[in-house]
C-alpha cells in the first residue's frame, strides 16, 4: 500500500465541495427564482422558458443548468419560496399568547405577504395544475401545515369571545381566500398593503382589534400609494 493510499485519499480533480453554498451562489439562485417568477406570471409556465430566463440574467442557457436541472424544478422552487416564507412569517406569530392579538398578527402577515410577492403567488396559484407530481407531496404537506395554525388561531379566537363561534377550519380557508386574491388586483405604487391588511383585520375582528404585530425582520413593505 502507498503512502498516498494509506493516509488521506488523493482528491481527485474538478471543483471543491462545499458543505454549504457559497453566498455568491445563494445570490444567485435568489436571482434566478425570482426572475423565473416574473417570466412565468407574465407568460403562463407552458409559455415561458429556460431561454427566456437565460436571455433575462444574461446567462448562456447551459450555465443555467447548473443551478437547476429543469423547467419542473424551477417551478418546484418558485412553489417552495412563495409557501416557506409565508409560512416562516406566520410562525413568528405563534408566541403571542393574547388570542385575538395572534389572529389579527396572522391575518397581516398573510395579506402582507401576498401582497408584496405578486410573482410568487401569482405562480403559485395560477400554475399549481403545472406542478410536477414528485414536488406535490412537499408543497401539500407545508399548505396543510398553514392551514393548521390558522385553524388553531381561529378556534382560540372563537373560544375567546374575540369572533363569532364558527368551524375552525372554515373559518380559517375564508381569511385565506379573503386575503390571498390580493395578488389579482394590488397595485404597488397605488396601493398600500398595510392598509388592505388592517381591513382585513376590521373585518374579522372588528374596528376595535388589536394592533398587529409588526412582522418578523426582513419583512419588506411595498410603497404605499
Known sequence: MSADSAGTARRRPGRPRHTEPSPEYRARMTEIVETAAQIFRAKGYDAGSLDDLAAALDLRKASLYYYVRSKA?????????AISTALSRIESC??????????????????ITIA??????????????????DYEAEIRAKERRYLRIFAKAV??????GAIAPVEARYGAQAILGMTSWVYK??????DDPEAFAQTCIDLVL???????????????TAPAG
Open 155 to 160: 378556534a382560540a379566537a372563537a373560544a375567546e
Open 185 to 190: 388586483w394590488f397595485e404597488p405604487g397605488r
Open 206 to 220: 372588528g374596528p376595535s382589534a388589536p394592533a398587529a404585530r409588526p412582522s418578523a425582520p426582513g419583512t419588506k
Open 116 to 133: 408584496q410577492e405578486p410573482s410568487f403567488f401569482s405562480v403559485f396559484f395560477d400554475q399549481r395544475p403545472r406542478l410536477a407530481a
Open 73 to 81: 424544478e424551477l417551478l418546484y422552487l418558485i412553489f417552495d419560496r
Open 94 to 111: 405563534l408566541d403571542i399568547e393574547d388570542p385575538r392579538e395572534r389572529l389579527a398578527s396572522l391575518i397581516r402577515d398573510q395579506a
